[in-house]
């Protein structure tokens, strides 16, 4: 993939150890020591690194976005991917053809400019596209693994956002709870991170439960998007940002 330009920000895939480093750190930053569970810098990371490619963002030279991509070949092989540790993914077996996993999808703490997530995703949808990927999942995160932090957001999913009943991953063994639903006219977008914001307003869907991982201090929401239902108006718009390559 070409590195694509939008204002200052640059997306590119990453290359080599010090890349891999470069989005490991800021992990590192975004998972733990903005949460309070680490202090000083760090890097995160795992076994699935190795198996990952790895999407950079740089704002004038520093890494501000990051997420790692693991593609399989159909529904069958989801089974490898990360995801797999909490969420049962056997009914993503009825899904034909190229899919892939997002994961460890952040960016930098201290910014707030929307540019950065558009670019991200337009990245992936060039990605997606070159490739054949036609369905897109990953577990995304809510900080706090007390499930009372997060009703109001959680009641929000259940109500308006869960996915098909033949795809929704059942629970697999460790603690998780099933989302409440909320009263009609209640609303809980406040309550939501912009990442899992943005896979919604794509025609994203959630599973009926989430999971608590204590070891991240977070609740993890399993969430689909077949990329055959995203609006066109924002296939439009997300290629038009693609279109500048650097």
């Known amino acids: 993939m070409k590195p694509i330009r939008q204002g200052r920000h640059v997306a590119r895939l990453a290359e080599g150890p010090r890349d891999l480093a470069r989005a490991q750190a800021l992990r590192w930053q975004a998972f733990r020591t903005a949460r309070g569970l680490a202090a000083g810098p760090g890097l995160d990371r795992d076994g699935f690194d190795d198996r990952c490619r790895h999407l950079l963002v740089e704002t004038e030279g520093e890494v501000t976005a990051c997420l790692r991509l693991m593609t399989f070949a159909g529904g069958p092989e989801a089974a490898r991917g990360y995801s797999a540790q909490f969420y049962d993914l056997s009914p993503l077996g009825a899904i034909a053809g190229p899919m892939a996993e997002v994961g460890r999808f952040c960016l930098h703490p201290s910014c707030r400019d929307p540019d950065l997530p558009r670019l991200v995703w337009a990245a992936l949808a060039r990605l997606a596209e070159a490739e054949g990927i036609g369905f897109l999942f990953g577990c995304t995160s809510l900080a ?21 009943p033949g795809l929704r991953p059942p629970p697999r063994a460790g603690a998780s709870v099933p989302l409440p639903v909320a009263p009609a006219g209640a609303r809980g977008e406040a309550g939501l991170p912009a990442l899992l914001r943005s896979y919604l307003s794509l025609g994203g869907w959630v599973a009926d439960h989430a999971v608590i991982d204590r070891t991240l201090d977070t609740l993890l929401v399993f969430t689909g998007l077949d990329l055959a239902s995203v609006p066109p108006a924002r296939v439009r718009a997300l290629r038009r940002i ?4 650097v």
């Open 144 to 164: 706090g693994a007390d499930p009372a932090r997060h009703g109001a957001a959680l009641a929000l999913l259940g109500r308006d956002h869960l996915g098909p």
């Open 242 to 245: 693609a279109d500048e390559t």
